[in-house]
């Protein structure tokens, strides 16, 4: 299985600041130009929601704020300016090759 | 807008099966685009893909469990069901069904996801 680490495991931000986390897979998910990443917010108490895949094409309905970035092995989500509606946890799962995997989350509180 | 809802026991027994059905709304269940699964989602492991089906009958199972599994679908219904046997304490967890992008045989991301259910396994 591919393995996905997250970093950090929790962050916190000021509000209106950048926000940037990291996910490193065990094995590179790029094939033929296309990364199979993809990003989701999990608020508390709702399921997790697609935010980006692909690593890069952000969701219908996401925020511009919100944007997926990275290449091979190393990938970003970064918002751009942090609202308080983003406090969450966010996860990154590859679907290069089954199964498809998740990182173990990183959690996004208000400094 | 896509609709999915989980519904079955929140308590098993040890040895005893899980059966799990997630009903579709809002949206067709049966198109080529998608495969229909379940994850689930403990504070020690995460999120955990059990395994997806395509309406058509393919299915795709996490290694681990595909003993254990059985996902299928049922279109005059527009719902999908997970069977689990054999549980444990270890398969103590929330359960959400989700609707898998799916093209040729490869399983993509997950766009819209259930609720989810919290089923507990104890005696």
């Known amino acids: 299985d591919i393995v996905m680490t997250q970093s950090p495991d929790s962050l916190a931000v000021s509000l209106g600041e950048r926000a940037t986390i990291k996910c490193k897979s065990s094995?590179?998910?790029?094939?033929?130009?296309?990364?199979?990443l993809a990003w989701y917010q999990q608020k508390p108490g709702q399921p997790p929601k697609l935010l980006i895949y692909?690593?890069?094409t952000r969701e219908s309905g996401v925020p511009d704020r919100f944007s997926g970035s990275g290449s091979g092995t190393d990938f970003t989500l970064t918002i751009s300016s942090l609202q308080a509606e983003d406090v969450a946890v966010y996860y990154c799962?590859?679907?290069?090759?089954?199964?498809?995997?998740f990182g173990q989350g990183t959690r996004l509180e208000i400094k | 807008q896509l609709r999915l809802q989980e519904s079955g026991p929140g308590l098993v027994k040890p040895s005893e099966t899980l059966s799990l059905t997630c009903s579709v709304s809002?949206?067709?269940?049966?198109?080529?685009?998608?495969?229909w699964g379940w994850i689930r989602q403990t504070p020690g492991k995460g999120l955990e893909w059990i395994g997806s089906?395509?309406?058509?009958?393919?299915?795709y199972y996490y290694p681990s469990l595909k003993s254990r599994v059985t996902i299928s679908v049922d279109t005059s219904k527009s719902q999908f069901s997970l069977r689990l046997r054999s549980v444990t304490g270890a398969d103590t967890a929330v359960y959400y069904c989700?609707?898998?992008?799916?093209?040729?045989?490869?399983?993509?991301?997950?766009?819209?996801w259930g609720p989810g259910t919290l089923v507990s396994v104890s005696s």
């Open positions: 799962q590859q679907c290069y090759s089954a199964p498809p995997t």
């Open positions: 094995l590179s998910v790029l094939y033929d130009n296309k990364n199979y």
């Open positions: 809002g949206g067709p269940i049966s198109s080529a685009n998608y495969c």
């Open positions: 989700a609707r898998h992008v799916y093209s040729g045989h490869y399983l993509f991301h997950f766009d819209s």
């Open positions: 089906s395509h309406y058509s009958g393919t299915t």
């Open positions: 692909w690593a890069s």
